[in-house]
């Protein structure tokens, strides 16, 4: 048993088949889903939670040898990052991670993983690498739905690429492949349309419900008529939170996130609209959907007539005049589909490159920078009918076959040969002719779609004809003999047989000019955006620079095919330039329970991928840095000899050398970056010893010039003393002299008796003692911190002083000025973005203490219990810092201000509108690491002047002469004497604190209880109103409360005819006639 539950299986004496699969088995059933088949990570979706992940967990897996540790997905990560920052033995390379899988095998969860540890290993305290992390929830919900094999498939592929400089992350950029936007008008039974509406219509509040327009779920078509079970709402409206949230922490403005949700509510109304035909075999719109076509009007932000007209006619222009034809039901109901498609992929499309524009890096483009790129791509699909998707979808997979094959067999065996090095010859399945079959120019399928959807007449079925003209005789394609347009490729995986309905309509996605026309003049800025192509400036610098492959809102009239392939071509161009890492996702049974296997559908997945790569490992399999990538890792001496000499000294057995290469098998690797580590660190003590001594010699060398100095300047001091007494001795003696002289010639006379002097009266004792008291004390100084113990340098501290003096002092003028420009520059934003902000009632809340310094906030805080806070104005960067008495010491947690708006304590993974509720927020959640709740805000210190004094000038310095009040007034007063002052710097403008002066006290006293009553019920009516005012609505809004209308009396009229077929869900639940959650329309 021992030896099914080896680590490595490419290890195993006798692999085949059989052994594969029993160790795969034996180690799935001790709950160890990871297993390494070589260079590949094996990973067995458990479908149950297991302690894999904590972060104990993560720490272990940094900066550790593969073999050290169980097999882990963390490991596949701290390896992609050693070898980018060429940590391995070999030099810096970009890196790509390529997850591959069935449906449902966990690629999404692995890629979260990944992403979770690559942001950890180059942690840095940046809140870009949060930004990072809350792009994977943000694209689940619009691009993930659940199916009858995933209950969180994803529906669409991305390429995701890490940049970084040096060891820290600098931005990141999304490619999306291949959306699947049928979806939004259609799923099969069991499957369900995209999360985010459910999270929508369970998460948003019964306001917001009315302010877009959305009613009971199961009213709307496009889900079906079905919502989830009463129990999942909860879940749901959790996974809204976390949605919103996300995009709060990447930068969506508060507009874009409610035009958003408006178009959403949109697509969900539009999906109600059924017609009906006229006497004269015309078209229109049912009665029963008039309120929907309204309601749809509204949220989109264009005219109820041109979007009736749209869906019921189409214009042309022929010789430069215009020709509206109209639909019959079937078109115009297509009609209605194809704009939800294309708006909703539109949505999509404006996400990815809003993502890509937040989370870009801010270096210069000449900056070099590593990459990290993570694939996480459909698998294999083979379904009872497969369409133009699983064409698209398995054609990215041959092509990941071929990176696969060509990286592994084609690549290695090439240089081998060239190399001179000596193998056996592995046969293995080349697909490259099925790539031919798709992509060769111009009788490839994809080129033959492209023509054939050029042809406004041709049908599918004449595309197939064509097919099975030009490939008959290929082997990788079956003629299907059948009415319906059917056609067979021979993939590497197996026969899949496609059914060619729909292949043109796909392949073109044109969007009719009347139509994009309508959403150009929409009055929803977004939706304008996502149709006029008028991109923000930096995109478009940034596309200028650089050839951008995105689709979103190409100017090109490209088909769909072209897009994809050219994609698809891109993507293999930077995967063919980086050093891959392969993880297969394993799904191990179809009905999704824990601890049961299914050993036909494993080997199925298992068979194609990591069982060619085990067989061939014993062959060949090498690593193969060149001569001078192993001597920049190595040495710095003659390449050749110096390589081969340091390889002989070393264990390492195995490796070959070739004529200009060395090659290695993956393990090999790994002992040489042991011993690079090893060696790493005998520099560094060597380093720090000779950098110890030469720092040594050339501070004595500057401590004697010190000196010398000193003995110098002393001897001049001196010198200059003995003139200056010499000169003063001489000065005197000529003045005595000249004095005897004057003496000896003036006339002897009898002397005059000088006045008696009167003896002093002695001070009252009260005098003295004022005196005594009024003298200065010295200062205590504070107790010497422990970062700043003595030294043996500190005896010598005159001479220390005056080293310092002499080599920097020229630069202290200059850190003073630009600390005192950037303390400038925080008050002038204080005042203009944050004075309002931070103001709650017309006061600071008593935990805001201004512009103050670090120390000022300890000294706050040094006798405080534990748990209590203050907030304070960073006084070198706009932004805020939160101190927090903690257990041992203050700990100081930097707010950041995102560019939308929204506070963020740096690190954490959450949003907040507004300083109150970031408090509000974590006095119930702990802020990470150490989960420190708030519990006690630190007041201010009322005998004094406020902490914010500096900052209170620039609140409202016209209001500050007015806010004098009488001593008698001041008894009434309440005893927070400095709130009560600020708050006359917030007095609505029809106040005056001025008029009541003259009042009897009593009377003050009763005038200004009431007051303050008033004054708080209509500040609190005033907030509820401006937060409802100030916050945006859909442009339409009138209109779709309207459209809203006559729905429900439409919806009334019915109920009162028709016994309901359904039961409303939960939070809709009927009272009387009308649902609750529509109040007083």
């Not at 949060?130 to 209950?151: H, K, R, S, W, Y």
């Not at 229109?284 to 008039?290: L, N, P």
């Not at 209605?336 to 990815?352: E, P």
Request: aromatic share 8%; net charge neutral; glycine share 6%.
């Amino acid at each position: 048993m021992e030896e099914h539950l080896q680590e490595d299986l490419a290890s195993l004496s006798d692999l085949d088949e059989k052994s594969l699969l029993e160790s795969l088995t034996g180690r799935f059933s001790h709950n160890h889903i990871y297993t390494y088949i070589g260079d590949i990570l094996v990973a067995v979706n458990p479908f149950k939670q297991l302690p894999l992940y904590e972060k104990e967990v993560s720490e272990r897996y940094k900066c550790r040898e593969k073999s050290s540790l169980p097999p882990h997905i963390f490991a596949v990560a701290d390896r992609a990052y050693q070898s980018m920052l060429g940590r391995l033995g070999t030099g810096p390379k970009n890196q790509c991670i390529v997850i591959s899988g069935e449906s449902g095998a966990g690629k999404t969860e692995s890629t979260k993983l990944l992403l979770r540890q690559l942001m950890e290993l180059c942690r840095a305290n940046s809140q870009l690498e949060q930004q990072i992390l809350q792009v994977n929830p943000l694209l689940e919900a619009f691009g993930n739905a659940q199916t009858v094999m995933n209950d969180n498939s994803s529906r669409f592929g991305k390429y995701i690429q890490l940049r970084f400089q040096n060891s820290s992350v600098k931005g990141a950029k999304i490619n999306e492949y291949l959306l699947e936007k049928s979806r939004v008008v259609h799923q099969d039974e069991g499957e369900r349309n995209f999360h985010i509406f459910y999270c929508m219509l369970a998460g948003i509040s019964p306001q917001d419900k009315e302010m877009y327009g959305l009613l009971d779920p199961t009213q709307y078509r496009y889900l079906n008529g079905k919502f989830v079970q009463d129990d999942m709402v909860q879940h749901w409206s959790a996974k809204y939170s976390e949605v919103s949230n996300a995009m709060d922490m990447v930068g969506f403005e508060e507009q874009e996130k409610v035009d958003m949700m408006t178009i959403l509510a949109g697509i969900l109304s539009l999906g109600n609209i059924t017609f009906e035909t006229t006497d004269s075999d015309a078209v229109k719109v049912s009665e029963k959907s008039q309120g929907w076509l309204k309601a749809t009007a509204g949220q989109f932000g264009v005219q109820e007539e041109e979007l009736l007209r749209c869906l019921t006619c189409t214009m042309s222009v022929t010789r430069g005049e215009s020709i509206h034809r109209l639909h019959n039901q079937q078109q115009a109901e297509d009609a209605r589909d194809s704009i939800a498609k294309v708006v909703y992929g539109r949505v999509f499309g404006w996400i990815v490159s809003k993502i890509n524009e937040l989370l870009s890096h801010k270096l210069d483009s000449d900056v070099a920078l590593s990459e990290i790129g993570i694939l996480d791509i459909f698998g294999f699909e083979n379904f009872a009918v497969n369409r133009f998707e699983q064409l698209c979808i398995n054609l990215a997979n041959e092509q990941l076959q071929f990176f696969f094959n060509h990286h592994i067999f084609l690549m290695e065996q090439n240089e081998y040969k060239e190399e001179g090095i000596q193998w056996e010859t592995i046969t293995f399945k080349d697909n490259k002719p099925i790539l031919d079959l798709f992509l060769t120019k111009p009788i490839g399928i994809l080129s033959l779609l492209d023509e054939q959807s050029a042809f406004p007449q041709a049908t599918d079925g004449n595309f197939v004809d064509k097919l099975n003209s030009k490939f008959k005789a290929n082997p990788h394609f079956e003629v299907v003999k059948s009415h319906s347009p059917l056609f067979t490729i021979v993939h590497y995986a197996g026969k899949v047989q496609y059914n060619a309905s729909g292949f043109l309509e796909k392949n073109r996605d044109n969007i009719p000019a009347n139509i994009r026309a309508l959403f150009i003049n929409s009055v929803t800025p977004l939706l304008s955006v996502l149709f006029a192509g008028r991109l923000d400036a930096s995109i478009q610098r940034k596309r200028a620079l650089q050839a951008v492959d995105d689709n979103f809102n190409s100017t090109r009239k490209q088909s769909v095919g072209a897009q994809f392939k050219h994609s698809l071509a891109v993507l293999m161009e930077k995967m063919f330039a980086a050093s891959p890492h392969f993880v297969r996702c394993i799904k191990p049974n179809s009905s999704k329970l824990p601890d049961q296997l299914d050993s036909k559908l494993v080997m199925d997945q298992v068979g194609h991928v990591c069982f060619l790569f085990a067989e061939s490992e014993p062959h060949f399999g090498f690593v193969t840095p060149s001569w001078q990538g192993f001597k920049e890792s190595i040495v710095t001496f003659q390449p050749r000899s110096c390589c081969i000499s340091i390889l002989n000294t070393t264990e390492l057995r195995g490796w070959k050398c070739g004529s200009s290469r060395l090659f290695f098998k993956y393990w090999h690797q790994e002992e040489l970056a042991r011993l690079l580590e090893r060696l790493g660190k005998a520099a560094v003590v060597i380093q720090k010893n000779y950098h110890a001594m030469s720092c040594r010699r050339k501070y004595l060398v500057l401590l004697a010039e010190v000196r010398r100095q000193q003995q110098a300047q002393r001897e001049r001091e001196m010198e200059e003393e003995m003139r200056m007494r010499r000169q003063l001795l001489e000065e005197e003696e000529r003045k005595r002299q000249l004095f005897m002289e004057q003496e000896n010639k003036r006339p002897v006379s009898p002397p005059v008796p000088l006045p008696r002097k009167k003896k002093p009266e002695p001070r009252p004792r009260s005098i003295l003692t004022g005196i005594a008291q009024s003298s200065h004390l010295a200062p205590v100084p504070r107790p010497r911190s422990k970062q700043f113990e003595a030294t043996p340098f500190d005896n010598d501290l005159q001479v220390n002083t005056d080293l310092m003096k002499l080599l920097g002092q020229s630069g202290d003028e200059e850190r003073a000025k630009e600390k005192r420009k950037k303390r400038n520059n925080t008050i002038r934003w204080f005042k203009e973005t944050q004075v309002r902000k931070v103001a709650r009632n017309g006061t600071f809340p008593c935990w805001f203490h201004g512009m103050i310094t670090r120390r000022q906030a300890e000294d706050l805080l040094i006798d405080k219990p534990l748990g209590c806070f203050l907030i304070r104005v960073g006084q070198s960067r706009e932004g805020y810092t939160l101190t927090y008495r903690g257990a041992d010491r203050c700990r100081h947690y930097m707010i950041e201000m995102q560019s939308n708006g929204k506070y963020v304590i740096l690190g954490e993974d959450r949003a907040h509108s507004s300083l109150p509720d970031l408090v509000q927020y974590h006095t119930q959640v702990g802020i990470e690491p150490l989960m420190e709740l708030l519990t006690i805000p630190c007041g201010q210190q009322c005998d004094h002047e406020p902490d914010y004094e500096e900052l209170k000038a620039i609140v409202a310095p016209a209001m500050l002469n007015s806010s004098s009040v009488d001593s008698e007034e001041a008894i009434y007063e309440e005893p927070d004497q400095v709130h009560l002052k600020l708050q006359r710097l917030f007095l609505p403008p029809g106040q005056n604190p001025g008029l009541d002066a003259n009042k009897p006290p009593v009377l003050k006293r009763v005038t200004d209880r009431r007051r303050r009553l008033e004054a708080a019920e209509l500040e609190h009516k005033a907030e509820d109103e401006t937060e409802h005012i100030g916050r945006p609505v859909p442009r339409l809004y009138p209109s779709i409360r309207l459209a809203m209308r006559e729905i429900q009396q439409i919806q009334q009229v019915q109920e009162q005819t028709a016994v309901p077929s359904h039961k409303p869900w939960g939070p809709w639940r009927k009272k009387g006639d009308c649902y609750t959650s529509i109040h007083n329309i």
